[in-house]
C-alpha cells in the first residue's frame, strides 16, 4: 500500500468508494488507517470503525488518456469510459487535467466530440416531459447584458411549444441568467418541480447547476476553468448534452462575434455554427445558428438587478431597442424552425407576443410559479444606492464600448454577489456626444466597493472615442 | 469570494498561505471560514482563531502554462517563475497537470529545459562539500536486479574522489537502491549527517526522497506518475538538477537499451543521450553516457535481501558475472572521466579495488557510518523463507527474460516491502537447459503472497525459448 495507490475502502457491509493512499508517519499508527472527511461521510463512518481496503486495479481510462497525449484518436467507448471512471471518481484532478490538456491541443474528432455528447447526457438526470415540441437556446457567450433568455423563455412559452430552460450563473462575468433571473424569483428548483412547472407554463427559467443534469460537465468545468481550457469539442459535448438531457428538439444557438468577444473572427464562427449543427443532427437535434455582433453589450444595464430593469421593461414594450430586436429576432427564428410559423413570418409574430402584453403576463405566471412575486413592479428592483456618474470630458463619436472592461467595473462594484450592484451604460455605439454629456454610470450596494469600482477607472478606457491616428512608428 | 479563488489566508501576526476558496451552504455559518486540516497546521489555528483573507491575483504562470499548451516556448525567466509559483503553493495539481501535460506533448526547447534545471537545483537545499572531484552515477531504469550502485560508490570512495549518492526507493519496480541498500543500514540521513560521513568516508547511498533537494521534482513527479508522463525535458531536468545539487562534477549516465527496457531503440537512447551531455555542459557537468544492454535483468537477485546478497557476493570477488563486469566497467569509465587514470586503463584499476578487498572494506565502513552492522554475512540477510522453484518443462534456449514480468512476480510476492521477498534467476539468456532444469525461484515472506505469485504465473512467461514459427497468417 503506497502513496498515490487507489483502493476501494469499503464498510462492513460492503458500500465501497475509490480513494487515493496518503501515507504518514505522524497522523496515523501502524494498523490504523486515517480517513479525509469525504470519504467519512460517504461511508457514514465514525473514529474507531471497522474498514475493508481493497487493492483497485489501475483505471482502464487512464491508459486512454495517455494514448490521447500521444496523438491518437479515441474509440467511443474508450470516451465514454473515461467519462464513466470521472464521475465513479476512479480518475483524479491530475489524470482529469491531463486529458482536457489532451484535447486541448490535438483537439477531438467528430466521433469523440457525438460520444462525449452521450456521455454527458448519460451521466445524470434527465427532464422527461412526454410532450413534443420541446424548444432551446444557448449563447457561447461574452457579451455583457444580453439578457435574451428571460424573453425568448417567455414568448415561446405563449405558444403550444415547451422551453424548459437551463441557465448558468457567472463564472467571470457580472451575472449569470441564473443571478439576474434569482432577483425576481427562485431558480434553485429540483427537477420533479421544473417539470411541473413547464407543463402548466410551458417555460421556466433554472439554475442548471443546482439539478443533476450531467453532472459530468460541472466536473470538467471545475478542472477547466483555472487554465480556461475549452477545448471546443467539450464546449459542443457540454452544451448539447445539456440540451439533450432535457429533451430539446428545436435549438438556436447563439455566437457572438467582434472584437472583446470570445469568438473574434466570422471564419471561426462559421466553423463552430457547422460543427454545432453536424453534432447536433448526429444526437437527433434540429439546430439553427446565429451569428450575432458580439463586440457590444447588448441592453444597457449590467449586473442582476440592473439588468432585470433592461427585461422588465421590454416586457412592456420599452426598453433598450437591441435587447428588445435581438430577443424578439431570436424567438422568431426558434418558431420558424419548430414550424409554427413560415420561413420570414416568425419576428412578426414574435413582435405581436411583446405588444399585445402576451409576453409579460406569460413571465409573471413564470415567476409566479418558481416563487417569486409576479406582480413585481420596476420600482421593487433593489437598484444599488451608491452611484457614480461618469461623463464626456470632449465632443465626439462613440466607436466601441468594451465588454470586458465594462465586465470588471460591474464586478469590482460588487455584481453578481450584490443584486443592485453593476453598470448602466447610456449609450451606444455610434453615438454623437458633447461635452459633459453622460456615458455610463457605476451602482453599488457599498460605498466602499463604489470607490473600488471608481478608482478602476483610472486603468480602464470602457467607452472608446473615434480617432484618426491608431498608431504611429519610427 | 467564490469557488475556485486563490486567497491568501492570514493570521493576525501576518503569517500567510496561499488556499483555494471552496465553497459550502452547510460546514460553515455566516460570517465564518471553515480551514483544512494542512492550511490549520501551517498556520497554528485552531478553532475561534480570527484569520484574514486576502485576495490573491490570478499567479502570473497561469498564463505561461496556457502559452505553453497553445505551443509557444516559454522564456527562461517565465520557467522559473512557474517552479517558484509551484512551490509557494499558488498553482493546484489541475494546472500543473496541464503544464506536465503540454510538456509531453509540445516538447521543452533546451534553453527550457536548461531554465527548469536551474529552477530545480533552486528549489531547495544544496550539499556543500568544499571539494573537488565529486562523482555521479545515474541509471535511466527499467532493468530489474541492476545494483550498480552499491558496487561503483564504494570502489569510486576507495580513490581520493568524493560520490555521494542520492538513490529512489521503488516506485513501480520491485526494489530501488535506496531499498536494496536499506536492509543493511539506514538510508533516510539528513543532509548535514550525509555531509559528514562523505567527508570521511569519500561515499554514501542515501535516499534522495527524505532530504530537501530539488524538493519541486518531488512534486512534479507526483503529478507525472499517475499517467506516467516523463516529457524527456523534465526527465532530464530531474536527474541533472538533483547531481548538480549535490555539487556532481563527473557524471556517468546509464542508459538501458533493447525489448521491455524504457528505452526500446538504439535511436532514441543516442538522441536522449546528446540531450544529456548538451544540457550537463550547459550547467558545468562533466558527462558520459553509456548506453547498455537493457533487455534482460543484471543479476540473479531481485527484491532488497535477494539483491544485497548479490552485492555482497561479488564484493568478495564472486557473485554474477554480469552485475560484476558492469559495475566494474562502470567505475572504470568515471575514473577516466575524473581524470583519475588514463582512458583505457580504468577497467583494470576498478578490477583491482574488487579483487584486493579494499571495496569491499570501503562498502563495510560506508554502511557503519550509516548506522549499519559493518560486519553483516550474507547468512545474515532475512532471505524470505516460502519458496517456489520454476524449472524447464523441456528443453531447449533461453531466448529472453522479461524484466517486466519478473517485476510484477517479485512485487507481487511482496517486494520491495517485504525484504525478503522476490525472484532469484538462476539463467541467463543463452543458456541451454533440459527438462527439470531450475529456471527461477519465487521467495516470500508469508505463504499467501507466495501463493499470489504462483497463480499470477498461470498468465505470465518471464522466461522465454527460442522459437522458430513467431507467427502465422492465413
Redesign the interface.
Known sequence: M?W?YRTQVCTPKKECVVAIVDVSDELVKPGEIGIFKDVAKDLNLKDGDKTEIMHMDRPAS?SY??RK?D?ETLKPDEVQLIVKEIMEGKL????T??W???A???GFSDEEIIALTHATVNSGDKLELGKKGICDKHCVGGVVGNRTTMLIVPMIACTDLYIPKTSSRSITSPSGTADTFEVLTDVEIEIEEMRKIVLKAHGAIVWGGGMNLAPVDDRLI??R?????DPEGMLLASILGKKKCVGAENVIIDIPVGRGAKIPYMEKAQQLGDHFIKIGKSIGMNIEVLITDGAEPVGNGVGPALECRDVLQVLEGKGPNDLRHKSIFMTGKLLELAGKCNVGKGYDVASDLIRNGKANKKFREIVGLQGGNPNVKISDLPIGQYTYDVKTEREGQIYHIDNKMISKIARIAGAPRDDGAGVYVHRIRGDRVVKGDLLFTIYAESETKLSFAIKALEDLEPIEFRKMLLGSMS
Open positions: 503506497y498515490g487512464i488518456i495517455k497525449l496523438g483524479s484532478e491530475i489524470e487535467s491531463a482536457i490538456s489532451a486541448y491541443i490535438r471545475k478542472i476553468h483555472p487554465l480556461s481550457l
